[in-house]
């Protein structure tokens, strides 16, 4: 039978697509849905191409692989293919499309009859009323008593303390706490500053006045010579510069001489030198003439000033860095109020800035220091030594008990530096172990009997240190309830 192959545009819509079936003359005609889709979406378009290819007298299949195109077409009716080779091999069966079948007709006078019929227990003398609702109290009052009583049952168990003593490890290399007593510690660092000031302990001396001498001038050429005023003289030792206060005439003549006063230009005794230590003149004039002081120079003097020592600068420094470090301390316990501090690994991680004034040694009443340093010091987190102890409790418990975690308390005692930023660090361990209670067993235990009778067979099936309390609720209840789920078993300190 020939087949015609239609291919489907996306623009095409049911008009298109009913002029190409016709074109087509053929007894059947497969069309080749395009990916995307066209106009043709609904139901309804699908069933009226049907109709109008059954009009022509051929019969229409669908290629496509959409889910959309092809639940439409098959709803419709029309068969679909995957592809073009299964189209022309399979045969092409026509789904008959049902239309909804016709509700049959209510009678409305039966249905409003068999709404207003009397109900059942109007047929019931008032004895059998009574005893139905008396039935139905009693029923759920039982419902009641069996659910709502509750109790509380309050145990407490054996118990015992255990305390040892442990030496941790401390070191940052560590990242957790190991079963050989390892601790792991992190660096933390702190940033602090300060300026503080002591008096000076030292004297220094400065030069005061200056010193003058007599100089006896002697002529060495065959003619006068002038000395003029402020001639410089230097000294043998010391390099002491004199200048002449006044000028001076030489005779003519090898050997006169003529004196005259200098006064020296530094201050201080340094400047009181020696019989004949002045004897150098400086330019064209140390060769006209020779100089001489045949008397020591006088006059010069020092005053005593306060001044800081060596031993000043280091020791404001000393305690300044002292001062920082307690300082740096404090700002971290604040900054972990919870965390343990390595008190030994604190050390100097940089300083920042060292001032003093006078920067060296010199004369001043007071000695300054500006100091900011950054610390680092190691920091252990308490859960990290509770796991710890907890490690060491447990592998010391007694025979049928457990630890109970909320009880284990840990001090820390002394510590030892090991070198490598490694630390050793006795910690004191204490906990308390309980004996297991069954809370299931408490409940079977104690349900359906009087709060003394529970008691008594609470303490006789369960280790338990005091007597136990049962609370039935409410108070006046005379028995424990039967349901387990309304019994509370409250154990303290566990």
């Known amino acids: 039978m020939k087949t015609a192959l239609i291919p489907v545009d996306p623009l095409d819509d049911l008009a298109a697509l009913q002029d190409k079936i016709a074109w087509a003359k053929a007894p059947r005609a497969l069309l080749l849905w395009p990916q995307q889709g066209c106009a043709v979406q609904r139901t309804l378009d699908f069933v009226r191409l049907r109709r ?35 189209a022309l091999r399979k045969a092409w069966r026509w789904r008959r499309v049902r239309l909804p079948r016709r509700r049959r007709h209510t009678d409305l006078y039966a249905l409003q009859a068999w709404a207003h019929r009397p109900p059942p227990w109007s047929r019931l003398t008032p004895l059998q009323r009574w005893g139905a609702f008396l039935t139905g109290v009693a029923a759920v009052l039982l419902l009641a008593a069996f659910t709502l009583p509750g109790a509380r049952l309050t145990l407490t168990p054996t118990r015992t303390t255990r305390t040892l003593t442990l030496t941790a490890v401390v070191s940052p290399a560590y990242t957790a706490p190991d079963a050989t007593d390892h601790l792991p510690a992190h ?16 004297i220094s001396r400065l030069p005061q006045t200056p010193a003058s001498v007599t100089l006896t001038f002697t002529n060495l050429t065959s003619h006068a010579v002038e000395v003029p005023k402020g001639t410089r003289v230097h000294s043998h030792t010391g390099h002491v510069v004199f200048l002449t206060t006044e000028g001076a005439h030489v005779p003519a003549g090898p050997g006169a001489t003529a004196e ?22 400086e330019g064209p004039l140390a060769f006209e003439v020779a100089v001489d002081n045949p008397l020591p120079a006088a006059g010069g003097r020092d ?8 031993d000043d600068y280091q020791r404001l420094e000393a ?35 060292r001032t003093f004034d006078p920067p060296q040694p010199a004369p001043a009443n007071m000695l ?6 950054r610390f680092r010091v190691l920091i252990v ?38 070198g490598n930023d490694r630390y050793a660090w006795r910690l004191r361990a204490q906990g308390a172990f309980i004996a297991p209670l069954d809370e299931e067993t408490a409940r079977r235990v104690a ?48």
């Open 52 to 86: 109008a290819a059954d009009a022509l007298g051929t019969q229409i299949a669908i290629i496509t692989r959409a889910r959309g195109p092809r639940r439409e077409a098959e709803a419709a009716g029309i068969p679909v293919f995957p592809d073009r080779k299964t």
């Open 260 to 281: 005259v006063t200098a006064t020296s230009i530094p201050r201080g005794r340094a400047a009181n030198r020696p019989a004949h230590d002045l004897g150098f003149l």
């Open 368 to 373: 300054h220091l500006t100091l900011r340093v």
């Open 319 to 353: 305690t300044l860095r002292a001062h920082l470090a307690t300082q740096a301390l404090a700002t971290l316990e604040r900054k972990f109020p919870n965390a343990w501090i390595v008190l030994p690994s604190l050390q100097t991680a940089a300083d920042l800035e």
């Open 187 to 202: 660096w933390e660092t702190v940033t602090v500053g300060n300026r503080a000031a002591q008096e000076v302990s030292g």
């Open 381 to 418: 987190d308490p859960n990290d030594a509770r796991t710890l102890a907890r490690r060491a409790l447990t592998a010391q418990a007694p025979s049928g008990m457990r630890l109970v975690p909320s009880s284990i308390q840990v001090e820390a005692g002394e510590i030892t530096p090991r």
């Open 303 to 310: 005053m005593s000033v306060p001044a800081p020592t060596a």
């Open 447 to 494: 349900r359906g009997h009087t709060p003394e009778i529970a008691a008594q067979r609470l303490q006789q099936a369960l280790p338990l240190a005091a007597s136990p309390k049962v609370t039935p609720w409410p108070r006046w209840w005379p028995w424990v309830s039967l349901l387990p789920l309304r019994i509370q078993v409250v154990i303290p300190n566990t």
